[in-house]
């Protein structure tokens, strides 16, 4: 705002306090080393995968199979584009409908 006023009016020729101006130039370089260390990421925290048994109390046997499964191998796949997801459903739903006419299930719905 004080370079908007004309030079007599600013008082021209007069220094500012030596205090004034260290404490302005420590409060610049803080901010902007503030500034620089928020724009630094940390790298990720890799951490190995363990392996851990199926818990037994209080879970039927079928419960404890499906929790002790391995994990589907897609369950970690980001789709790009919709022709990719389509993909993958199709070939979800191909195995679903394998796996029913393996068991002799009729579906209710004609497909």
Known sequence: MLLHLPAKERGAGKAAPPGLTVLSFMFLASSAAGALA?????????????????????????????????????????WKTGEEARAFADKQAAGVLKGADSEGCRPLIPI
Do not use: E, R
């Open 38 to 78: 928020d724009d630094a990421m940390p790298p990720p925290l890799q951490v190995p995968a363990k392996s851990l048994t199926a818990p037994t109390a209080d879970l039927s046997p079928g419960m404890q199979a499906f929790i002790a499964a391995p994990l589907n191998p897609d369950w970690d796949k980001l």
